[in-house]
């Protein structure tokens, strides 16, 4: 799809801490995609989230996590890759989403009325599943959209070419698709975003 001016902001979240797991290269793809078609794209791998455990304000922030609030707190959209953890979302990713509720006070607070897009990563269906419908319900409650459609690679269909991509073919087409409805809800966001306007749906 082509983008028009102003490009959308998406932020990209792996939940992965090794550099060389499938979750992390397949964020990094992700992320180069959602580049091509258009976006300005910001990525924090596994190793970016890894803050201290959070506690509610007035706790200290230290700057890689005031970094990481700018950028969602600017974000017109977001895309969570989680690997899954003994059937839900990993440990490290939970927290950094956490971690929203200091945009409590924006004029958007949390990720609201944001598309959100979300990937689980799992070995078996049943992980995935558990773990898609987590990130899910962890967007609504930041009052964001999923999009309509979550991403599930498991199994055999989630293996990865040698650029990091999805060599199943279904997979690379449900998430385009999944990039599409992303970009799509976050373009008024962006617009909104440019003019100085809340888009604030509360």
């Not at 939970?94 to 979300?118: H, Q």
Request: aromatic fraction near 4%; charged fraction near 20%.
């Amino acid at each position: 799809m082509a983008m028009t001016s102003p490009r959308p902001k998406v932020v990209c979240v792996s939940g992965s801490l090794p550099p060389d797991s499938k979750t992390e290269r397949l964020a990094l793809w992700c992320a180069t995609a959602l580049g091509d078609l258009g976006a300005e794209v910001v990525l924090y791998r596994g190793a970016d989230i890894e803050f201290p455990h959070y506690r509610m304000p007035p706790a200290e922030r230290d700057k890689p996590v005031q970094r990481y609030l700018e950028d969602l707190k600017e974000a017109d959209g977001v895309v969570l890759i989680s690997p899954t953890y003994h059937g839900t979302v990993s440990g490290v990713l939970k927290n950094a989403l956490d971690y929203v509720n200091d945009l409590i006070g924006e004029p958007r607070p949390f990720l609201d009325g944001r598309p959100v897009g979300c990937v689980a990563v799992a070995a078996g269906d049943q992980g995935a599943t558990a773990t898609l419908t987590t990130l899910r319900t962890i967007a609504h409650a930041l009052r964001a959209w999923p999009t309509p459609l979550g991403v599930a690679a498991t199994g055999p269909s989630a293996a990865l070419d040698a650029e990091g991509g999805p060599a199943d073919d279904r997979l690379a087409a449900q998430l385009q698709i999944m990039f599409g409805q992303v970009l799509t809800l976050a373009v008024p966001h962006a617009r909104r975003r440019s003019r100085g306007v809340s888009s604030s749906t509360s």
